[in-house]
């Protein structure tokens, strides 16, 4: 049986299922092990894993501990009541007429990081002024639908994780900052500081970025060092506001005080620094990498509510989750009829009830007509999330064009 427990309850002779933490949070071979001694569980505790689920049919048990099942129940339980409230977003353009623009804009926004990571490894200066067009670009392509950027944002290669990251945090904080209803203004400076918040990446080695298998105690150092690397970048670069500069700073800092690189919590972190841990933890554990593979979008959420508990602010995780839905845009999803379906516009009354483009059948296995359902206006529900890779299709197909 899989059970959640405290890190502080954790004894030798227990065996870990899951240490339920972002992948980078922790310099471990693998999510699942045996427990032999006390200098693991030190470990574990020095991290900053809060909570962690075992594996009682492989190890001891603890009576008392809430199962799997019931903490997902519950999860599930507080999404709900999330979707009810309205998210109060408007639409200025249809998505099919954004949908030709996202594209491009999405392609432009990668190449040109892609440019700025070679040129800062190269040791040439950022230059703000070719990349300020850009964000404005792009604030103002979500602000019209942003059904039809974020999902391609959400898309990533194995070998182009660190650039597409970094676009996919500039767009979800947009998103993100718009659902709070900031000012304009602050939004470009965060967006800003998502696209720029890992440049600290680029001066560190591709051994370590994309190392498939344990990281070192001191190639785990060399990767939380690109903080630490990209404050020193952006502090000598023009045109870098104190917001977007605390995007980049603070966004491995948690609400526990159990981040880095300076070890801050709750009122220790900006605003900005606290949508950013949120937004750059979401994206990096439903994307692919080369040692992992990516949650489908709502499993993120779920997880993201659950660490609400110690590392993140609550309050921000349900802003957050109303303002990209309960089932993002994108995700794909089984309807109660067996239909299977992508996720292409929200209904801010309820976040359970998006728009949804079906077109393939689970049951009998097959792909049918393409049609378009508004779940609000249906008495089809969603059943469940599912993961591209097990039916085999491809989620470019399906997106807006």
């Known amino acids: ?37 006390q200098a693991t569980i030190a470990k574990i505790v020095g991290v900053g894993i809060r909570e962690l689920y075992i594996d009682t049919d492989r ?42 623009r996202a594209r491009r804009l999405h392609g432009e926004a990668n190449k040109i990081v892609r440019n700025m990571m070679d040129d800062v490894r190269l040791g040439h200066q950022i230059e703000v002024e070719r990349i300020e067009p850009l964000v404005e670009n792009m604030v103002d392509s979500i602000f019209r639908n942003q059904n039809a950027l974020l999902p391609l944002a959400m898309l990533k290669k194995h070998d182009d994780y660190t650039f597409e990251h970094s676009v996919g945090v500039c767009a979800l904080l947009v998103a993100f900052g718009r659902g709070l209803k900031l000012d304009r203004t602050m939004i470009k400076d965060m967006a800003l500081g998502g696209l720029l918040h890992d440049v600290g990446k680029a001066l560190i080695p591709d051994t370590i970025l994309n190392k498939p298998g344990k990281l070192t105690d001191d190639e785990f150092g060399r990767m939380k060092s690109h903080v630490d690397q990209g404050i020193l970048l952006l502090q000598q670069t023009l045109g870098v506001s104190p917001v977007a500069l605390r995007v980049a700073a603070e966004h491995h800092e948690r609400f526990d005080g159990s981040g880095y690189p300076s070890k801050l919590n709750k009122e220790g972190i900006s605003i900005h620094g606290q949508m950013a841990a949120i937004v750059d933890v979401y ?44 089932y993002p845009t994108g995700t794909l999803v089984q309807l109660e009829s067996k239909r299977l379906g992508v996720v292409t516009e929200q209904n801010d009354k309820n976040l359970l009830q998006p728009t949804v483009r079906i077109f393939y059948h689970a049951g009998q296995r097959h792909y049918i007509t393409p049609e378009v359902i508004d779940l609000a206006k249906s008495q089809d529900r969603i059943a469940s999330f599912e993961n591209f890779d097990k039916w085999n299709i491809d989620p470019y197909r399906w997106l807006p064009s």
Request: proline letters at 4%; hydrophobic letters at 40%; charged letters at 25%.
């Open 1 to 37: 049986m899989i059970k959640q427990i405290r890190a502080e309850q954790l004894q030798p002779g227990m065996y870990i299922h899951d240490l339920n933490c972002g992948w980078l949070d922790h310099p471990f071979v693998t999510n699942a092990f045996l427990v032999r001694d």
């Open 283 to 326: 994206d990096a554990i439903s994307s692919d990498r080369v040692y992992h593979k990516g949650m489908p979008p709502t499993q993120a959420l779920k997880k993201l509510l659950e660490w609400s508990s110690h590392h993140f602010n609550p309050q921000l995780v349900q802003a957050f989750i109303r303002a990209i839905g309960i």
């Open 59 to 100: 190890g001891s048990d603890i009576a008392t501990a809430r199962t799997q099942q019931e903490v997902s129940a519950a999860l599930d339980r507080k999404l709900e009541e999330i979707a009810s409230e309205d998210a109060g977003k408007t639409v200025a353009a249809s998505l099919k007429e954004e949908a030709v």
